[in-house]
């Protein structure tokens, strides 16, 4: 089946720092990805969908100017968390819709992001 | 708007117990239907999908059939085991847009 990667898995940052974390997919083109971000013990909550090439769009709520994200090619999308708080420790998620139909979207393993 | 009702959690079973995790949505158009199972400290992957009404997506042993008389996706294992022991996320989508329920935990206990 399709594989989407993530890195780096794991991250420890200090407060104020930027982290940037980045989501591949390996073997088809994802015209679209996703950003979720999902707190201990709940759903996923989708931050943002990218669109090769244009800029994302962002869910309501979610502060485009903390949450930088990038799509710069058709397997390739970044999330870049600037000046991170403790608050914005989490674990975050993204997603590629493969060009295989019908539309399905296939996960990355996940980032998990401490903030210090 | 489309949304996805799952049932609540924790749900704890003994090993070879029967499992149904209920899942009932609302939708405009024809969604799609799917089941994620994410695993401690994993990302989430994909169980089954099914695309239209009376379809039955299967895997694992998991099987689930899209209902649009009831709108329901309910999820269900025969005989689980300590290793179904995850999260399990309902979901739609009508396009390119995913919604979720907010999951169910499983424990299998032996």
């Known amino acids: 089946g399709a594989v989407v990667s993530q890195h780096p898995s794991w991250v420890i940052c200090k407060s104020g720092t930027s982290v940037k974390i980045e989501c591949r997919s390996l073997?088809?083109?994802?015209?679209?990805m996703f950003w979720y971000r999902q707190f201990p013990k709940q759903s996923l909550m989708l931050m943002a969908t990218?669109?090769?090439?244009?800029?994302?769009?962002?869910e309501q709520g979610v502060e485009k100017d903390k949450f930088l994200i990038n799509h710069a090619s058709l397997t390739l999308s970044t999330l870049t968390v600037t000046s991170a708080h403790p608050e914005d420790s989490s674990f975050y998620i993204c997603?590629?819709?493969?060009?295989?139909?019908?539309?399905?979207?296939?996960f990355g393993p996940g980032t998990r992001l401490l903030v210090l | 708007g489309d949304s996805v009702t799952q049932m609540e959690g924790p749900v704890t079973l003994s090993e070879e117990a029967f499992l149904t995790i209920n899942c009932t949505y609302t939708a405009t158009g024809y969604p799609s239907l799917f089941w994620y199972v994410q695993y401690p400290g994993e990302g989430l992957q994909l169980l089954l999908k099914a695309t239209k009404a009376d379809d039955k997506g299967s895997n694992k042993g998991f099987e689930a059939t899209y209902r649009k008389e009831t709108t329901s996706f309910h999820l269900e294992k025969g005989s689980v085991q300590v290793s179904d022991s995850a999260v399990y996320f309902c979901a739609l989508s009508t396009g390119n847009q995913f919604y979720f329920g907010t999951g169910t935990s499983l424990t299998v206990i032996p």
């Open positions: 997603s590629a819709g493969s060009d295989r139909g019908p539309k399905t979207q296939y």
């Open positions: 073997d088809f083109q994802a015209t679209t």
């Open positions: 990218s669109n090769e090439g244009s800029k994302a769009t962002y």
